[in-house]
């Protein structure tokens, strides 16, 4: 089993994660960790415990992270995910508590053990990158656990919050560029699961409609029923969901190495990730000197991770 944590702002999409996450058998999920996001923290924390329970897996610790970005004010995505951030479903809150840990705390506890066991862990965030910026930055031994970090975040082409940004970057710009620093210094492998594929991952209202048969099912359906309201077609694409399936089935996803920085000034792009396509002489004799080289994903197999994705949440 591959051991893997999610950092999450749930989110209807990252909940169409968590309920891959915490049900497939080849994932070995050790820890959620929460983060401000698509709304507040009070609502990612118990969105993502509701979710968890629906999947089934209440033993799963899940921590409470960053309420805020770094250093720009909070600015949600209630209009995408509802005011509640999980649709405004009629469905049953968790009860469960959280972990008596801050979720960096949390973080840094489990990679530690996953350095002493040598069963390295697949961080995967699909939220603003804060948690892992602040993990990074003050345990930079933590790295000694991650065999890797694959996030939703960013793109190479247009972006959703803004025409020029992707809104985890967009959101918190600074620990975005934190993160991938870090990870270049500390030689974490990074993958970055931007929007160039997260809409390519597509359930149609029909495959949706004919899961039923247990609480993780049923609200997997309701989750694309509203993604697929939000976007107006008849289906809804699993968004971050797609960032566990390119950790379960890599090959799937098709990735190129650049080199890629965040913008943290600029009148109209700040937060937008900028993706080094040039050869690579040019690239070699940039007078700003080498960023962060990281995978970006190009192109995926939307139909693949879509029928992983609902044979798993079934
Ligand atoms: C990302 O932002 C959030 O609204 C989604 O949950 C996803 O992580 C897409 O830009
Ligand atoms: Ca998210």
């Known amino acids: 089993m591959k051991p893997v944590i999610l950092d999450v702002d749930t989110g209807l999409d990252d909940a169409c994660a968590l309920l891959l996450a915490a049900r497939h058998p080849e994932l070995d999920l050790k820890a959620v960790t929460c983060v401000g996001g698509n709304v507040g923290i009070d609502d990612v924390v118990r969105n993502t415990l509701t979710v968890l ?74 939220a603003p990158l804060t948690n892992i910026a602040l993990l990074l930055r003050t345990y930079p031994e933590a790295a000694r656990g991650l065999r890797e970090i694959v996030f939703m975040g960013g793109a190479a082409g247009i972006g959703n919050a803004t025409a020029a940004a992707e809104f985890n970057i967009w959101t918190d710009p600074e620990a975005a560029a934190i993160a991938l620093t870090a990870a270049k210094d500390l030689g974490i492998p990074v993958t970055m699961y931007g929007l160039d594929v997260f809409y390519d991952v597509v359930v149609t209202l029909d495959q949706a409609r004919a899961l039923s048969g247990s609480p993780s099912a049923e609200l997997a ?26 950790v379960i089935d890599p090959s799937g996803l098709t990735t190129l190495e650049y080199p890629v920085r965040i913008e943290l000034s600029g009148s109209w792009s700040r937060g937008r990730t900028i993706v080094d396509t040039r050869g690579a002489s040019d690239v070699a004799n940039d007078p700003q000197g080498p960023a962060a080289t990281i995978r970006v994903a190009t192109a995926v197999d939307g139909k693949r991770y879509a029928e992983l994705w609902l044979a798993t949440v079934s």
């Open 53 to 126: 329970d629906a999947a089934g897996r209440p033993d799963v610790p899940v921590a409470r992270g960053a309420a805020v970005p770094l250093i720009q004010p909070v600015r949600s995505a209630r209009h995408v995910h509802g005011e509640d951030g999980l649709g405004d479903l009629d469905w049953p809150r968790s009860t469960r508590s959280t972990d008596p840990r801050h979720a960096v705390e949390l973080l840094r506890d489990v990679l530690r053990d996953a350095a002493a066991t040598g069963e390295l862990i697949t961080l995967i965030p699909l």
């Open 221 to 246: 359906c309701k989750l694309i029923e509203k993604r697929s309201e939000r976007y107006q077609s008849d289906g809804g694409s699993i968004g971050d969901g797609g960032a566990v399936c390119a």
